[in-house]
């Protein structure tokens, strides 16, 4: 089993009960453990519906295979566009996935270009690696990297996991803009 998770979630407004459930989701496919802000160690709502990070611990390796880094498999998923540089998105300067696909609907959504499944594009994590390779030295220096939104990257876990363990194999952080849904 490989373990990978984001650095960090980007809670969106108004989809708290969703929310938690998908922070919390995401932590146990991961095995990982959610840092409180925002959270009680039970996984219960956000205190706030505001925009707010919660950090997750991660690790990139292959259980049972002595802590030894694990292979980063090239997955391929649907992407609506990235983005080389942002300051909105994250900490520091960040690269943008904006993923295909989602259902929730909402009204306040600021991408209801990405909702259809079928729409966008077809895209290799590999291919992607390369992009924000070619812009690193930017996204770098302030703790910047690569934020997965969508869309609803969760509806696409393999993908966004590949996607953030090629971030971290560049030394880079990672944020996932999710509503908790998938």
């Known amino acids: 089993m490989i373990n990978s998770a984001a650095n960090y979630v980007l809670l969106s407004n108004g989809a708290s009960p969703l929310l938690a459930a998908g922070v919390c989701q995401l932590a146990r496919t991961f095995r990982c453990a959610v840092a409180a802000r925002g959270f009680k160690a039970a996984c219960s709502q956000p205190t706030e519906l ?43 300067i960040r690269f943008i996935v904006f993923t295909q696909g989602c259902g929730m609907r909402c009204k306040f959504c600021s991408n209801p ?27 770098r220096p302030g703790g910047g990297g690569v934020t997965c939104s969508g869309g609803e990257p969760l509806l696409q876990p393999e993908f966004t996991a590949a996607i953030f363990q ?17």
């Open 50 to 92: 505001q925009r707010r990070y919660v950090h997750l611990a991660y690790a990139d390796t292959i259980e049972g295979s002595g802590g030894n880094p694990a292979p980063i498999p090239e997955v391929v998923g649907r992407i609506h566009s990235t983005e080389s540089f942002s300051a909105v998105d994250g900490p520091g």
């Open 166 to 182: 090629e971030a971290h194999a560049q030394g880079m952080t990672t944020c996932l803009d999710t509503t908790g849904q998938g």
């Open 113 to 139: 270009d990405t909702w259809s499944s079928s729409g966008g594009e077809e895209a290799s994590s590999k291919d992607i690696a390369a992009q924000i390779r070619s812009v690193a030295p930017y996204l």
